[in-house]
């Protein structure tokens, strides 16, 4: 078992370094592609190399700052200069480049030390930014959202704190969104465009693809009915066109955009980045292609880039719900075997869409 976990090890440090030929590299893809655990491990890796190149950076600087230090004679400099005015002056232009360069090796020094210690102890770096909503600015009055639950004594007696986007999964009440939405959630409710309301439970999270299932706990729910839509497949080609659904506002929000790389954040390959609008609320957010196929879950964008937005990609989500045990759910998932707005415009696949979309709203 060792040597077997060794010679994957290798594998993947080989793939990752680029030392694999071109035959080697296409069945690697086509492993990870099947094997969810490899493809998981591959990430990981990559992630910890990152990391420790982001520390390597910084002990570089550091050995070329202390090496500085070493070479100037402070003890000459201060001889020189504190005599008299114009020896400062004259020894200031001299050495006034050699300052700038001292302070901006010492700038980078302190920040390189800041980013890898964050590096280190955190999965993504500041310039990721989830897109899960702080509520509790929202001074939108509860009285409206008790007059349509008809067991309002079940509802929380503050407001919602953080917010997000679900869709539906399978007509018996299960959705998805993202964990970082519903993580430490004492109480999840869902509301859709029409004003409908259920609570909601989690029933299964995993951190590493930043998903979560939901399941509608609530007894005046009966069934969604058919869902209009499907999960691709296959991947999705660069420069197709895309478009979401969610909840950066008290309404829904439509967004379009396109594929614009085939990796997410920091080359996480089990996500895509699109160049769509996205806010803070639009976690969990659906993201379809032309046909209405679902393509991925928004989960993040990149705070440094406009329009970066970072989806994890329908064959993630599938291989993560593929991955649930069967006792973690009360009833199988079940998808949409047809697509049934394929050949709609674009509103008419909106109105089909808006009942399947939740707002998430988290108590805790």
């Known amino acids: ?28 893809d086509s492993l990870r592609g099947s ?23 910084k002990r570089t600087l550091t050995s070329k700052l202390n090496q500085f230090h070493d070479e100037l004679d402070i003890d000459a400099i201060k001889n020189e200069i504190l005599p008299k005015t ?26 390189g030390t800041i980013l890898a210690t ?38 929380p007696a503050t407001p919602g704190k953080f917010g997000g986007t679900s869709f539906v999964l399978s007509s018996s009440g299960y959705l998805i969104t ?21 609570k909601a439970k989690p029933v299964y999270m995993d951190q590493n693809y930043d998903l979560a299932v939901l399941q509608i706990d609530d007894p005046n729910f009966n069934s969604f009915g058919p869902l209009p839509y499907t999960f691709k497949k296959s991947k999705s080609d660069l420069g197709e066109e895309v478009f979401t659904l969610g909840f950066p506002r008290d309404e829904m929000v439509y967004g379009k955009g396109y594929l614009s790389s085939a990796t997410g954040f920091g080359g996480d390959t089990i996500a895509y980045q699109v160049s769509i609008p996205a806010n803070p609320g639009n976690s969990g957010g659906p993201l379809i292609d032309n046909k209405g196929n679902i393509v991925g879950v928004v989960s993040g964008k990149q705070t440094e880039t406009e329009g970066a937005t970072f989806a ?8 993560f719900l593929n991955s649930i045990p069967s006792d973690s759910l009360d009833n199988k998932i ?8 394929s050949g709609l415009s674009r509103t008419q696949q909106i109105k089909k869409l808006k009942d399947y979309v939740f707002m998430v709203k988290v108590y805790n």
């Open 1 to 28: 078992m060792m040597h077997d976990e060794q010679k994957i090890s290798d594998q993947i440090e080989r793939y990752l370094s680029g030392e694999m030929s071109e035959v080697e590299r296409l069945e690697f």
């Open 118 to 155: 964050k590096n280190l102890h955190n999965d993504k770096n500041a310039s990721y930014s989830a897109l899960r909503r702080d509520m509790e600015f929202i001074k939108k009055s509860q009285n409206a959202l008790i007059k349509k639950i008809k067991s309002p004594s079940i509802l």
């Open 35 to 57: 094997d969810p655990e490899l493809d998981n491990k591959v990430v990981l890796q990559q992630q910890f190399v990152l990391k420790l190149q982001a520390v390597a950076k």
């Open 312 to 319: 994890i990609r329908s064959q993630s989500v599938l291989k």
């Open 334 to 341: 079940t998808f949409a075997k047809k697509n049934s707005i």
């Open 86 to 111: 114009p020896k400062i002056i004259e020894l200031w232009r001299s050495y006034k480049n050699y300052a700038a360069v001292a302070a901006t090796v010492a700038l980078f020094t302190i920040f």
């Open 178 to 198: 993202n964990f970082h939405v519903v993580n430490g959630a004492d109480s999840i409710y869902l509301e859709n465009d029409k004003g409908e309301i259920y």
